[in-house]
């Protein structure tokens, strides 16, 4: 209900109707939103951007799908809490690889990787390193059972080569062994100084290794907001806590009441403080928000007239330093479309956002002229800033040096009416889709219990509650469409 001349829109009905503000359109978002208008509460959506989906960005403007956010299902099986969502929609996934380890989402099958002066490095070189690196890892295992103070994983690495002078890389073997590092880091979207030894893999890894969403994530993304009443550039302010209500306001000034509130913007969003709670969060939840890390990574989309470049599913530059190695996704190989996507992580995905577009996408032809001189200009290109975007202020979160792999449950639970969910607020699936939708249904459920217990009388309300996406979803199984098995 609109209050006339006070900016208020009460969504709470005066008939026993429970109802709900949720704060952002990512697959947290609208999961929660989608799950509880099926439990029958009265949903609004308020989104800061001009557009749903987050750090879903399915961009068209080539003519064809471009994801400049999440691109990939991480986990190819039917335990997926996105598969059976996916499955329904007949979308396509083109999987790259079978490998469920964060080290993997290629396997090493199609690709060619390059020295900075243009030269192929040998399969043999790549395969090799590659099990050292393993190896190397597997070792860092021993420094952290040894001590019981985190420290970086670039600090155990350099430990174990001091340890095991056999596994220590010269050369170009050594460049090879830095891009590995520099994958990894692509993973974390951070740098290997300020990962942790103690947590790093702490993330639950899916079976059925990674898919690439042949038509983009929008659709999906489309399905879940169908019907559901989203407000877009409404970018909240505040959040106010009364005792069976809560108030929201927004830029403009206008505020909007209801039952509950599900929060599922961006953990740096919350970290710059660009949302007011009143009262104040709990210690425990606002020393969650300062402790959890966020790293950053991008993509720079190149569209060009024809393809001039290795049949391969990935090209690789290595370099003597993890910053100077390089990655292109070929597009062209999954999609069909001439694209290559240059992804930068950590260190070197600020400093790109800190340069203009031209001259960031011109750095990233830069990478690829070094290896192949013949390159022709792109036609096209496209960016993403999610470390500088005042909507996101990060990529995605990962496990940083000496805090606890608990601060992710710490940030989900609920403080009185008000409920959290995100990729970060997920302990399992960290950083991920399908982990950011799992949160969203959990808050849902709890939002929905809670408020229905407030209203005391359960059975004199009158809902019609389903089973919400996944489960609804399972039941009606349709296998996943997966190419190059
Ligand atoms: C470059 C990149 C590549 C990735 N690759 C993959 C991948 O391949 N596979 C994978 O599983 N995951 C990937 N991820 C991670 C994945 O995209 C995220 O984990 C997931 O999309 C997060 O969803 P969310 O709902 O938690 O947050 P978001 O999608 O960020 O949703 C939060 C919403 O809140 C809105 N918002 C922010 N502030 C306010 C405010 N003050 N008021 C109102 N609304 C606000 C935002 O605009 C946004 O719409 C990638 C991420 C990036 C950036």
């Keep these: 209900m609109e209050k006339q001349g006070s900016h208020v829109s009460n969504i709470r009905r005066k008939s026993l109707s429970p109802s709900v503000i949720v704060i952002g359109s990512g697959f947290a978002g609208l999961a929660a ?223 909007f009441v209801a039952d509950a509130a599900v929060v599922t913007v961006p953990v740096g969003v919350l970290k710059a403080n660009a949302i007011t709670f009143v009262p104040r969060l709990p210690d425990w939840k606002e020393e969650a928000i300062r402790d959890l890390s966020v790293g950053t990574e991008n993509k720079i989309a190149l569209h060009f007239e024809r393809v001039f470049w290795p049949n391969v599913e990935f090209i690789g530059v290595v370099s003597s330093t993890t910053y100077g190695c390089s990655y292109f996704l070929n597009l062209h190989k999954a999609t069909g479309y001439p694209v290559l996507v240059y992804m930068p992580a950590g260190q070197l995905a600020h400093d790109l956002e800190k340069l203009s577009d031209e001259a960031a996408a011109k750095f990233a032809f830069s990478q690829l002229q070094k290896i192949l001189p013949d390159a022709c200009e792109p036609i096209q290109y496209l960016l993403s800033h999610w470390g500088t975007d005042e909507s996101s202020l990060g990529s995605y979160t990962y496990d940083g040096v000496g805090k606890s792999h608990d601060l992710f449950e710490k940030l989900r639970i609920p403080v009185d009416n008000l409920f959290f969910a995100g990729e970060a607020t997920c302990i399992k699936y960290t950083g991920t889709v399908h982990g950011a939708f799992s949160t969203g249904l959990k808050a849902a459920e709890e939002c929905r219990m809670r408020v229905l217990e407030r209203y005391g009388d359960l059975s004199k309300l009158e809902m019609t509650f389903h089973p919400v996406t996944a489960e609804e979803a399972a039941s009606v199984s349709v296998p996943l469409l997966i190419s190059r098995l």
């Design 33 to 255: 939103a989608h799950a509880l208008k099926n439990a029958s509460f009265k949903v609004v959506v308020l989104e800061s951007r001009d557009r749903i989906g987050g750090r879903i960005c399915t961009d068209f403007s080539f003519g064809f799908p471009v994801d400049l956010g999440a691109s990939w299902l991480h986990g190819v099986c039917e335990e997926n809490p996105l598969a059976p969502l996916i499955g329904r929609l007949g979308l396509p996934l083109y999987r790259t690889s079978g490998d469920d380890s964060v080290l993997y989402d290629h396997d090493l099958e199609s690709y060619a990787l390059f020295d900075t002066n243009g030269h192929q490095v040998p399969p043999e070189l790549v395969q090799k390193i590659g099990e050292v690196f393993e190896t190397i890892l597997k070792e860092t295992d021993k420094i952290r059972k040894e001590n019981s103070k985190d420290m970086s994983i670039a600090k155990a690495i350099a430990i174990v080569l001091e340890r095991n002078p056999h596994l220590r890389q010269e050369g170009l073997a050594h460049d090879v062994l830095q891009w590995y590092l520099c994958r990894m880091e692509g993973w974390f979207a951070t740098d290997a100084e300020t990962i942790s030894l103690q947590s790093w893999d702490k993330e639950v890894l899916l079976p059925g290794g990674h898919g690439l969403m042949v038509r983009g994530y929008r659709p999906v993304i489309n399905t879940l907001a169908k019907g559901i009443d989203i407000r877009l550039r409404h970018r909240v302010t505040q959040v106010v806590r009364n005792n069976n209500s809560v108030e929201v306001m927004v830029e403009s000034g206008k505020t």
